[in-house]
């Protein structure tokens, strides 16, 4: 079993930056991608940014040129920068890691991290 634990979140005015980070404990052997996926009231979980071990990165189309996802493996931690942050970025922030485990693939959930960007 994977516990994540994410935490940053918080309240900014437009244009301000924030960055979330989620530490991954438990059986954390052969996680393979990690990434942020956040929920709008109203409207469907949606991927923002992923990255695998390798490096490959996948942002969403409205975070591109604003977010940042980085990886610390040595501390099985994902970060998520968040630069330029818009009312449109409000919602829940939640991280999530892919774990393969005698050929069969898992997927962990955190708990999620309020962001909301107000002025």
């Known amino acids: 079993q994977v516990h994540l634990m994410e935490s940053g979140g918080g309240l900014v005015q437009p244009g301000e930056s924030l960055t979330l980070s989620c530490a991954a404990s438990g059986s954390i052997f052969r996680l393979n991608t990690m990434g942020w996926y956040r929920q709008a009231p109203g409207k469907q979980r949606e991927l923002v940014a992923t990255?695998?071990?390798?490096?490959?990165?996948n942002l969403a189309d409205s975070v591109k040129g604003r977010f940042t996802i980085s990886r610390d493996n040595a501390k099985n931690t994902v970060y998520l920068q968040m630069n330029g942050l818009k009312a449109e970025d409000t919602a829940v922030y939640y991280c999530?890691?892919?774990?393969?485990?005698?050929?069969?693939?898992?997927?962990?959930w955190g708990q999620g991290t309020q962001v909301t960007v107000s002025s």
């Open positions: 999530k890691a892919d774990q393969i485990r005698d050929g069969r693939w898992y997927f962990y």
């Open positions: 990255l695998t071990t390798g490096g490959s990165t």
